[in-house]
């Protein structure tokens, strides 16, 4: 098959309009390439996930429509898998454990939205002389992008959504200057962080196109680099528009009024919804 798309929503909340066009565009650019959406629950942020919103996203989707094969891969059951990709690194000394600010490393660790940073500031490298054998509770890990990017060719990526169509290089300067030494994990809660799992699950599904918001554009840099030092294919990216509220502000999980299961308690159909999102 040579469309293969996957839907990786993280159980932290009730889906939205914003997932709903996000499955719905998967699947209908799937069914146009006669190729698959593949669903993976993205859970390995333990402290906001939760299994009964799981449940509630696959009885949205399917209410939507979707159809994916099982087992549907869920990251709480590989963490011991990515800390072995992630420890890899540490070999070619290309992580190192940093114990600077807990609430930096704690949004890290988790899917960014738009408008926030990827990290607050680029992280000065106050570490970045550490070793692993010098790991301690609570650590992070970081990538040390300079290295990383020493080991690699020029690198590109190619770009399907509207807004930014095209093919993009990745600059080492930029990279440097705009993401820095990434957090890939941290020390003692047993996980990797959303940027190195996705990663990995992408290639060993074999995914081959990602469509998924514009929020996640930026760090499509940052999961390139990795693919190339893992040693992983690039797939192609569809970054799509963000289904914003009444007034213009991007529709996070917290916002119940755009939830799928109201308006299904309201009485929308799934049309209505392929409707609301501008989908045919
Ligand atoms: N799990 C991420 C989220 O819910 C999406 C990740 C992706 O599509 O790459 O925001």
Redesign the pocket.
């Known amino acids: 098959m040579t469309f293969i798309t996957r839907f990786?929503?993280?159980p932290t909340g009730p889906l939205h309009l914003g997932h709903a066009y996000s499955a719905l565009l998967a699947q209908d650019m799937a069914d146009a390439e006669g190729g698959q959406v593949l669903l993976r629950i993205?859970d390995t942020d333990i402290s906001r996930c939760r299994p009964e919103w799981e449940q509630k996203i696959f009885d949205d989707l399917d209410w939507l429509g979707l159809r994916w094969p099982q087992p549907v891969l869920r990251q709480s059951e590989h963490l011991d898998h990515y800390n072995q990709t992630l420890m890899s690194l540490a070999d070619r000394e290309l992580i190192y454990p940093c114990s600077c600010s807990r609430s930096d490393i704690r949004s890290a660790l988790s899917?960014p939205q738009e408008g926030v940073p990827l990290h607050s500031g680029i992280y000065p490298g106050s570490c970045r002389h550490r070793t692993l054998d010098s790991l301690q509770e609570g650590d992070a890990i970081r990538l040390n992008m300079a290295r990383a990017l020493q080991e690699i060719n020029p690198l590109q990526f190619t770009e399907r959504g509207a807004r930014h169509s095209g093919i993009h290089h990745l600059a080492p300067a930029r990279m440097i200057a705009e993401i820095g030494d990434a957090i890939l994990g941290r020390k003692n809660i047993g996980t990797v962080s959303?940027v190195l799992a996705?990663v990995i699950d992408d290639a060993a599904q074999n995914v081959t196109h990602?469509v998924?918001g514009e929020d996640?554009y930026q760090i499509t840099f940052l999961q390139v680099l990795l693919q190339a030092i893992l040693e992983l294919p690039t797939p192609t990216y569809n970054h799509h528009k963000l289904i914003r509220d009444d007034t213009g502000k991007r529709l996070a999980k917290r916002d119940d009024a755009r939830a799928i299961c109201k308006y299904r308690s309201e009485g929308s159909t799934a049309q209505d919804i392929r409707r609301m999102v501008g989908l045919k």
């Open positions: 990786a929503p993280s993205e899917a959303y996705s990602i998924r996640l």
